[in-house]
């Protein structure tokens, strides 16, 4: 085994683990989108187990290395990336500011949230990607603001064809500590879920607007 495989196994029991991932096939969940889902994904919960949000925090470390090397600046996505993007600047020992959804409506009207410099290269981090929009529309504003981003860091993927696009497009490469495949692999395993639930659960992964919509 892959120490990529290894880490992305470990990361998702941990998900699995503390409830941060559920997987309801058979009680589908409605996002804000309206799509039907059979999985719900808070990783806003690990924060609240500290072994858990020290082992994201460190392998999050360790591949913004890997796979970006030392940047200048960390970058956190509001609001689900904040406090994770905090703690791997503190453990990099880096500056770190965050981008909102939509700019302030008072005061200084801020769209970035703190201190940074032109020509400043960023890595930037989510806590899960879906369809990439959200995750994009930071990346954009920090190159509007002159900040360099080497590209983009998850803790988890649905694994959205959409997503690996528009990426693809923004030229932002991105990498994840696990993704919904492995997920499901490691659910099965540990019997979270059974053999005749994968079907459903791999048929959403495909068509996710398609999915008990039409």
């Given at each position: 085994m892959t120490n990529d495989k290894y880490r992305a196994l470990k990361i998702a029991e941990l998900l699995l683990q503390v409830k941060a991932v559920k997987l309801q096939p058979d009680a589908p969940f409605t996002w804000a989108s309206g799509w039907k889902s059979p999985i719900y994904c808070d990783n806003r919960i690990t924060l609240s187990h500290p072994s858990v949000r020290t082992h994201i925090r460190q392998k999050l470390v360790a591949l913004i290395t890997e796979k970006f090397g030392n940047p200048d600046i960390i970058v956190g996505v509001a609001t689900g990336a904040i406090a994770i993007g905090a703690l791997v600047a503190q453990e990099m020992g880096l500056p770190f500011i965050y981008v909102r959804s939509a700019a302030k409506g008072h005061g200084r009207k801020n769209l970035i949230e703190g201190h940074y410099e032109k020509g400043q290269k960023a890595v930037v981090i989510e806590d899960l990607i879906s369809t990439g929009g959200s995750s994009l529309k930071a990346v954009e504003s920090l190159r509007e603001s002159g900040i360099e981003v080497k590209g983009l860091t998850a803790i988890f993927t649905y694994g959205f064809s959409e997503s690996e696009d528009r990426f693809n497009k923004a030229e932002c490469p991105y990498s994840t500590l696990t993704d919904y495949t492995t997920l499901l692999e490691k659910a099965l395993d540990?019997?979270?879920?059974?053999?005749?639930?994968?079907?459903?659960?791999?048929?959403?992964?495909?068509?996710p607007s398609k999915w008990l919509n039409s």
């Open positions: 540990s019997n979270y879920i059974k053999e005749q639930n994968l079907h459903l659960l791999r048929e959403w992964s495909r068509e």
